[in-house]
């Protein structure tokens, strides 16, 4: 199915929210992130503090939002494009896997500063979340007969699921005691990815068992 193209409003709502994320981020790895204020932020990007406020709750939030922009619409994008022959828990599994993959995960001075800011490491952690309603969505679409808790219960569980990998990854990814702040990651977080979220494949496939075969 083909989705309307966004409204001009939609459009300069979606433009000034880019404009912040980044201008946040460039301010943060300016200054660092403790240095960089609301007002700096919204000064940076054209807008007002109170437009700002209509789009973050904090400058951690406008900051990760940088870092993982649009990346629960990619899942979901990824999960409903996939051939109606994959498995549901294939289709979620490998699309999650594959966004923790891709260059815009953080790397160099931006994980740096994510893993050594505890504020920002607690909101990018919680930046998974925000897969849970485009994924929720994307389930239906593949899977019409799917009511509408079950999917987000489902889609929850993956957003948990990552979450738990995301948390065990940045614990174990700490700067180097060496003046160059070089990163050293203990792991994969696309392999931490995959187990978290390999054991709700038995549920995931319960609900929506491949077209043509019987349920599970």
Request: hydrophobic share 45%.
């Amino acid at each position: 199915m083909t989705k309307p193209r966004p409204d001009l409003r939609e459009r300069k709502k979606q433009a000034t929210k880019e404009a912040l994320r980044s201008a946040a981020l460039r301010l943060a790895l300016e200054r660092g992130p403790e240095n960089v204020r609301v007002d700096d932020i919204a000064e940076a990007a054209g807008v007002s503090p109170r437009t700002y406020n209509n789009y973050f709750s904090s400058r951690e939030q406008a900051i990760v939002a940088a870092v993982a922009a649009e990346r629960e619409t990619r899942v979901a994008a990824a999960v409903a494009a996939r051939p109606a022959d994959v498995s549901l828990a294939e289709a979620i599994i490998d699309a999650v896997v594959e966004q923790y993959t891709d260059p815009g995960h953080p790397a160099g001075d931006v994980l740096l500063m994510i893993t050594t800011n505890p504020a920002l490491r607690a909101c990018y952690i919680d930046a998974a979340a925000m897969i849970e309603d485009p994924l929720a969505a994307a389930i239906i679409e593949r899977a019409p007969s799917v009511d509408r808790l079950t999917a987000q219960a489902l889609s929850a569980s993956v957003g948990a699921a990552a979450r738990v990998a995301l948390r065990q990854w940045l614990e174990s990814t700490a700067p180097s005691p060496s003046t160059s702040g070089f990163v050293i990651v203990s792991g994969s977080l696309p392999t931490l990815m995959r187990t978290a979220l390999t054991p709700l494949a038995p549920a995931l496939d319960a609900v929506v068992p491949l077209r043509g075969g019987p349920p599970r």
